[in-house]
Protein backbone atom coordinates (compact mmCIF):
# COMPACT_ATOMS: atom_id res chain seq x y z
CA UNK A 1 0.00 0.00 0.00
CA UNK A 2 0.93 3.66 -0.89
CA UNK A 3 1.73 5.47 2.39
CA UNK A 4 2.90 8.93 2.89
CA UNK A 5 4.62 10.51 5.97
CA UNK A 6 2.65 12.26 7.74
CA UNK A 7 3.54 16.17 8.94
CA UNK A 8 2.80 18.23 11.91
CA UNK A 9 -0.44 19.69 11.37
CA UNK A 10 -1.22 17.72 8.04
CA UNK A 11 -5.03 17.11 7.68
CA UNK A 12 -5.91 13.65 8.14
CA UNK A 13 -5.85 11.58 5.01
CA UNK A 14 -9.16 10.27 3.98
CA UNK A 15 -9.37 6.18 5.22
CA UNK A 16 -10.61 5.87 1.16
CA UNK A 17 -6.84 6.99 0.15
CA UNK A 18 -5.18 5.25 3.09
CA UNK A 19 -6.23 2.09 1.44
CA UNK A 20 -5.11 2.87 -2.10
CA UNK A 21 -2.42 0.97 -3.70
CA UNK A 22 0.26 1.55 -6.33
CA UNK A 23 1.53 -0.47 -9.13
CA UNK A 24 5.00 -0.81 -10.05
CA UNK A 25 4.49 1.52 -13.24
CA UNK A 26 2.74 4.15 -11.17
CA UNK A 27 -0.86 3.30 -11.88
CA UNK A 28 -3.32 2.98 -8.74
CA UNK A 29 -5.85 0.33 -7.54
CA UNK A 30 -8.11 -0.39 -4.76
CA UNK A 31 -8.22 -4.05 -3.40
CA UNK A 32 -12.15 -4.56 -3.23
CA UNK A 33 -12.06 -7.31 0.04
CA UNK A 34 -10.31 -4.27 1.46
CA UNK A 35 -12.73 -1.35 0.09
CA UNK A 36 -15.68 -3.76 1.64
CA UNK A 37 -14.03 -3.62 4.78
CA UNK A 38 -13.86 -0.05 5.30
CA UNK A 39 -17.92 0.27 4.49
CA UNK A 40 -18.70 -2.10 6.88
CA UNK A 41 -18.74 -5.25 5.16
CA UNK A 42 -18.34 -8.20 7.78
CA UNK A 43 -18.71 -10.74 4.88
CA UNK A 44 -16.70 -10.44 1.83
CA UNK A 45 -19.66 -12.66 -0.15
CA UNK A 46 -22.12 -9.91 0.90
CA UNK A 47 -19.77 -7.50 -0.96
CA UNK A 48 -20.22 -9.50 -4.20
CA UNK A 49 -23.48 -8.20 -5.05
CA UNK A 50 -22.22 -4.25 -5.23
CA UNK A 51 -19.42 -5.21 -7.11
CA UNK A 52 -21.43 -7.19 -9.72
CA UNK A 53 -23.64 -4.07 -10.12
CA UNK A 54 -21.06 -1.54 -10.38
CA UNK A 55 -19.59 -3.90 -13.39
CA UNK A 56 -23.16 -3.52 -14.91
CA UNK A 57 -23.19 -0.19 -14.57
CA UNK A 58 -19.98 -0.04 -15.73
CA UNK A 59 -20.43 -1.92 -19.22
CA UNK A 60 -24.07 0.22 -19.79
CA UNK A 61 -21.35 3.13 -19.31
CA UNK A 62 -19.69 2.12 -22.33
CA UNK A 63 -16.98 1.31 -20.49
CA UNK A 64 -14.29 -1.93 -20.90
CA UNK A 65 -15.63 -3.64 -18.03
CA UNK A 66 -11.91 -5.34 -17.54
CA UNK A 67 -10.03 -2.03 -17.41
CA UNK A 68 -11.87 -1.02 -14.29
CA UNK A 69 -12.20 -4.76 -12.36
CA UNK A 70 -9.36 -7.23 -12.96
CA UNK A 71 -10.51 -10.14 -11.01
CA UNK A 72 -7.11 -12.20 -8.97
CA UNK A 73 -6.04 -14.23 -6.98
CA UNK A 74 -4.23 -12.51 -3.78
CA UNK A 75 -2.39 -13.79 -0.58
CA UNK A 76 -3.96 -12.73 2.77
CA UNK A 77 -2.60 -13.57 5.91
CA UNK A 78 -4.06 -16.24 8.80
CA UNK A 79 -2.30 -15.78 11.57
CA UNK A 80 1.12 -17.21 12.83
CA UNK A 81 2.89 -16.28 9.38
CA UNK A 82 0.72 -18.24 7.57
CA UNK A 83 -1.22 -16.93 4.31
CA UNK A 84 -3.74 -18.34 1.84
CA UNK A 85 -5.19 -17.39 -1.60
CA UNK A 86 -8.43 -15.67 -1.96
CA UNK A 87 -10.46 -14.00 -4.67
CA UNK A 88 -9.96 -10.46 -4.58
CA UNK A 89 -10.93 -7.51 -7.70
CA UNK A 90 -8.71 -5.04 -8.01
CA UNK A 91 -10.66 -1.58 -9.11
CA UNK A 92 -9.35 1.48 -10.58
CA UNK A 93 -10.52 4.60 -9.26
CA UNK A 94 -13.73 4.71 -11.43
CA UNK A 95 -14.49 1.10 -10.44
CA UNK A 96 -14.10 2.10 -6.86
CA UNK A 97 -16.10 5.05 -7.59
CA UNK A 98 -19.18 2.74 -8.65
CA UNK A 99 -18.42 0.05 -6.73
CA UNK A 100 -19.35 2.76 -3.48
CA UNK A 101 -22.31 4.08 -5.16
CA UNK A 102 -24.04 0.51 -5.47
CA UNK A 103 -22.97 -0.33 -1.86
CA UNK A 104 -25.37 -0.49 0.51
CA UNK A 105 -26.71 3.46 0.99
CA UNK A 106 -27.58 2.68 5.25
CA UNK A 107 -24.13 2.22 5.85
CA UNK A 108 -22.66 6.26 6.99
CA UNK A 109 -19.31 5.40 5.86
CA UNK A 110 -20.66 4.75 2.07
CA UNK A 111 -21.42 8.35 1.78
CA UNK A 112 -18.55 9.22 2.69
CA UNK A 113 -16.82 7.26 0.05
CA UNK A 114 -19.54 8.32 -2.56
CA UNK A 115 -18.24 11.96 -1.53
CA UNK A 116 -14.74 10.92 -2.07
CA UNK A 117 -14.82 8.79 -5.27
CA UNK A 118 -16.53 11.53 -7.11
CA UNK A 119 -14.56 14.76 -6.26
CA UNK A 120 -11.54 12.17 -7.08
CA UNK A 121 -12.86 11.08 -10.05
CA UNK A 122 -14.06 14.80 -11.58
CA UNK A 123 -10.90 15.62 -10.61
CA UNK A 124 -9.18 12.92 -12.68
CA UNK A 125 -11.61 13.86 -15.34
CA UNK A 126 -10.07 17.31 -15.36
CA UNK A 127 -6.40 16.88 -15.29
CA UNK A 128 -7.38 14.26 -18.64
CA UNK A 129 -9.41 17.29 -20.18
CA UNK A 130 -6.46 19.67 -19.96
CA UNK A 131 -4.57 16.90 -21.24
CA UNK A 132 -5.79 17.04 -24.32
CA UNK A 133 -5.62 20.81 -25.04
CA UNK A 134 -2.85 22.69 -27.17
CA UNK A 135 -0.58 24.46 -25.72
CA UNK A 136 -2.91 27.61 -26.74
CA UNK A 137 -5.97 26.52 -25.23
CA UNK A 138 -3.65 25.74 -22.07
CA UNK A 139 -2.45 29.51 -22.06
CA UNK A 140 -5.81 30.79 -22.08
CA UNK A 141 -7.19 28.62 -19.34
CA UNK A 142 -4.24 29.05 -16.99
CA UNK A 143 -4.28 32.98 -17.89
CA UNK A 144 -8.24 32.95 -16.60
CA UNK A 145 -7.57 30.46 -13.14
CA UNK A 146 -4.57 33.18 -12.10
CA UNK A 147 -6.60 36.05 -13.07
CA UNK A 148 -9.03 34.42 -10.58
CA UNK A 149 -7.06 32.97 -8.10
CA UNK A 150 -4.91 36.59 -7.91
CA UNK A 151 -7.86 38.84 -6.90
CA UNK A 152 -8.37 35.64 -4.00
CA UNK A 153 -4.76 36.28 -2.91
CA UNK A 154 -5.78 40.44 -3.18
CA UNK A 155 -8.62 39.94 -0.98
CA UNK A 156 -6.41 37.47 1.68
CA UNK A 157 -3.68 39.82 1.46
CA UNK A 158 -5.74 42.56 2.29
CA UNK A 159 -7.29 40.91 5.20
CA UNK A 160 -3.94 40.15 6.82
CA UNK A 161 -2.72 43.78 6.05
CA UNK A 162 -2.03 45.04 2.50
CA UNK A 163 -3.92 47.64 1.48
CA UNK A 164 -2.87 50.10 -0.22
CA UNK A 165 -1.82 49.51 -4.26
CA UNK A 166 2.33 50.15 -3.56
CA UNK A 167 1.68 47.66 -0.67
CA UNK A 168 0.59 45.10 -3.05
CA UNK A 169 2.48 45.65 -5.57
CA UNK A 170 5.58 44.90 -3.15
CA UNK A 171 3.80 41.99 -1.95
CA UNK A 172 3.88 40.29 -5.19
CA UNK A 173 7.10 41.43 -6.26
CA UNK A 174 8.37 38.96 -2.90
CA UNK A 175 6.12 36.20 -4.69
CA UNK A 176 7.95 36.80 -8.12
CA UNK A 177 11.35 36.98 -6.54
CA UNK A 178 10.81 34.04 -4.42
CA UNK A 179 9.51 31.98 -7.77
CA UNK A 180 12.37 33.42 -10.09
CA UNK A 181 15.53 33.25 -8.20
CA UNK A 182 16.08 37.02 -6.72
CA UNK A 183 14.03 38.56 -10.17
CA UNK A 184 10.89 40.96 -9.57
CA UNK A 185 8.48 42.20 -11.93
CA UNK A 186 10.26 44.90 -13.61
CA UNK A 187 13.22 42.66 -13.97
CA UNK A 188 10.91 39.62 -15.91
CA UNK A 189 9.26 42.40 -18.02
CA UNK A 190 13.33 43.42 -18.74
CA UNK A 191 13.86 39.71 -19.21
CA UNK A 192 11.43 38.69 -21.53
CA UNK A 193 11.93 42.26 -23.82
CA UNK A 194 8.16 43.83 -23.23
CA UNK A 195 6.96 47.17 -23.81
CA UNK A 196 5.49 49.21 -20.80
CA UNK A 197 2.12 48.28 -21.57
CA UNK A 198 2.70 44.46 -21.96
CA UNK A 199 1.88 42.42 -19.14
CA UNK A 200 4.47 39.76 -18.01
CA UNK A 201 1.36 37.26 -17.41
CA UNK A 202 0.04 37.56 -20.57
CA UNK A 203 3.68 36.94 -21.99
CA UNK A 204 4.17 33.00 -20.65
CA UNK A 205 3.79 29.95 -21.48
CA UNK A 206 1.87 27.34 -20.01
CA UNK A 207 4.19 25.88 -17.88
CA UNK A 208 5.20 29.30 -16.30
CA UNK A 209 1.69 30.58 -15.88
CA UNK A 210 1.26 27.37 -13.89
CA UNK A 211 3.94 27.99 -11.60
CA UNK A 212 2.80 30.94 -10.96
CA UNK A 213 -0.63 29.78 -10.43
CA UNK A 214 0.32 27.16 -8.01
CA UNK A 215 2.65 30.07 -6.25
CA UNK A 216 -0.82 31.89 -6.14
CA UNK A 217 -3.27 29.39 -4.89
CA UNK A 218 -0.15 27.85 -1.81
CA UNK A 219 0.30 31.31 -0.96
CA UNK A 220 -3.79 32.17 -0.52
CA UNK A 221 -4.07 29.07 1.48
CA UNK A 222 -0.96 29.25 3.92
CA UNK A 223 -2.02 32.94 4.61
CA UNK A 224 -5.45 31.63 5.49
CA UNK A 225 -3.85 28.43 7.21
CA UNK A 226 -1.73 30.11 9.57
CA UNK A 227 -3.75 32.99 10.35
CA UNK A 228 -0.69 35.63 8.57
CA UNK A 229 -0.94 39.15 9.73
CA UNK A 230 1.22 42.23 8.91
CA UNK A 231 2.60 42.99 5.59
CA UNK A 232 5.74 41.85 6.64
CA UNK A 233 4.81 38.69 7.03
CA UNK A 234 2.81 38.34 4.46
CA UNK A 235 5.31 39.43 1.98
CA UNK A 236 7.92 36.77 3.71
CA UNK A 237 5.13 34.29 3.42
CA UNK A 238 4.89 35.26 -0.56
CA UNK A 239 8.49 35.10 -0.62
CA UNK A 240 8.51 31.64 0.97
CA UNK A 241 5.85 30.00 -1.06
CA UNK A 242 7.41 31.10 -4.49
CA UNK A 243 11.10 29.76 -3.32
CA UNK A 244 9.23 26.55 -2.81
CA UNK A 245 7.34 26.15 -6.02
CA UNK A 246 11.13 27.35 -7.67
CA UNK A 247 12.82 24.25 -5.29
CA UNK A 248 10.22 21.69 -6.87
CA UNK A 249 10.65 22.37 -10.17
CA UNK A 250 14.73 21.84 -9.65
CA UNK A 251 13.88 18.89 -8.03
CA UNK A 252 11.30 17.71 -10.97
CA UNK A 253 14.11 19.34 -13.45
CA UNK A 254 11.86 21.49 -14.90
CA UNK A 255 13.80 24.77 -16.66
CA UNK A 256 13.40 27.84 -13.74
CA UNK A 257 10.64 30.06 -14.92
CA UNK A 258 13.06 33.27 -16.07
CA UNK A 259 14.43 30.52 -18.57
CA UNK A 260 11.24 29.08 -20.19
CA UNK A 261 10.34 30.88 -23.44
CA UNK A 262 8.65 33.67 -24.19
CA UNK A 263 5.63 32.91 -26.77
CA UNK A 264 5.11 34.84 -29.91
CA UNK A 265 1.68 35.86 -29.16
CA UNK A 266 0.27 37.14 -26.06
CA UNK A 267 -2.74 35.92 -24.79
CA UNK A 268 -4.90 39.25 -25.82
CA UNK A 269 -3.28 38.18 -29.42
CA UNK A 270 -4.76 34.49 -28.44
CA UNK A 271 -8.18 35.77 -27.37
CA UNK A 272 -8.60 38.27 -30.18
CA UNK A 273 -8.13 35.28 -32.45
CA UNK A 274 -10.17 32.91 -30.79
CA UNK A 275 -13.21 35.68 -31.16
CA UNK A 276 -12.94 36.36 -34.79
CA UNK A 277 -12.81 32.36 -35.21
CA UNK A 278 -16.09 32.48 -33.50
CA UNK A 279 -17.82 34.96 -35.23
CA UNK A 280 -16.98 33.43 -38.49
CA UNK A 281 -19.78 32.01 -40.74
CA UNK A 282 -19.37 28.18 -41.13
CA UNK A 283 -17.80 27.43 -44.42
CA UNK A 284 -19.98 25.73 -46.97
CA UNK A 285 -18.34 22.04 -48.05
CA UNK A 286 -16.09 21.57 -50.38
CA UNK A 287 -18.20 19.28 -52.41
CA UNK A 288 -22.34 19.18 -52.88
CA UNK A 289 -24.04 17.02 -50.17
CA UNK A 290 -25.33 14.13 -51.86
CA UNK A 291 -29.15 13.74 -51.38
CA UNK A 292 -30.99 10.55 -51.45
CA UNK A 293 -32.24 9.81 -55.21
CA UNK A 294 -36.30 9.38 -55.39
CA UNK A 295 -36.65 6.42 -57.56
CA UNK A 296 -40.54 8.16 -58.80
CA UNK A 297 -38.58 11.49 -59.42
Known amino acids: MNEEPEQAGAPTPSPFAQIRHETDDGGEYW ?22 KAELACQMSGQEVGDHFAHVRDMIPTGKGAQRKVND ?7 AYLVVENADPQKEIVALGQTYFAAQTHRQEQVEAFQQLSED ?51 IHARKGLTPNQGIL ?17 TEEKMHREGVTGKAAANATHYEVGRKVRQTMAELGTPMPEDLPTPA ?4 QLQQRERRRLKRPAQPPLL ?6 NPDE
Open 202 to 218: DHMGSTELAANLFRATQ
Open 31 to 52: SARELGQLLGYTEYGKFLNAIR
Open 137 to 187: ERRLYLRQQLADHNRLLATTAMGAGVIHPLDFAIFQDHGYRGLYGGLGARD
Open 89 to 95: VRLSRYG
Open 265 to 268: ESVQ
Open 288 to 293: PEETEH
